[in-house]
């Protein structure tokens, strides 16, 4: 397993797939515009963290339902993450801390292998940074009520299979009914900016995938 945390982690310093994988997972109509769309010069910056762990002899990574509330992301699934704060020192730094205030996963014990690509997210207003990590142990997860309504586990070949993408026009939280790709993991939908950024990664373990097996 540490042999293809390597290759991962090599394969991250290289240039990444950006928006031919994110424009994957974009509804079709809105595909040649949304990449248009500039980051506001007041946009927010945060990031999120992938977390790779072992269990049972092959991969994981762990996602969580929001808490229903009034706001853009009530509800949803995503990625452990949030805004940048004044006292961290860069933004991978933001991703460990946010996620060690999710999930309880203690932020020293994470190995960082890389990020993805910066994704604008329009409604938010935020530049958002994918942090990939890798925890050498199974996690013991201490979610925070307040922020995380359900940790969800998911086994990294789950990503892999081959149809994975669907097609819905009511994605829970969306403001508008259009024709939505989003991956169905742990009997939930994941769509929007989640959805594009697991699907670069996904791009990224496939051409890693190429050289050595995933365990």
Known sequence: MEQFIDALRKRLQEPLPGIQAQARMTPELDRDVRFKIKARPD??????????????GSFWFPLMQRPTYEGHHSGQVSLP?????????????TALRETQEEMGIPM????????LSELYIPPSNFVVLPVIGYLPVQPLFVPDPL??????EVPLKDLLEENLIKFTDAPPGARFRIQTPYY??????????TAMMLSEFIMVVEEVQQQLPLP
């Open 43 to 56: 946009a927010r910056r945060g990031s999120v963290l992938l977390l790779l762990y072992p269990q049972g």
């Open 81 to 93: 993450g949030g805004k940048s704060e004044p006292g961290d020192p860069d933004r991978i730094y």
């Open 108 to 115: 020293e014990q994470v190995q960082v292998l890389g990020t």
């Open 147 to 152: 922020e995380v309504e359900q940790v969800l």
């Open 184 to 193: 169905p993991l742990q009997e939930r939908v994941v769509w929007g900016a």
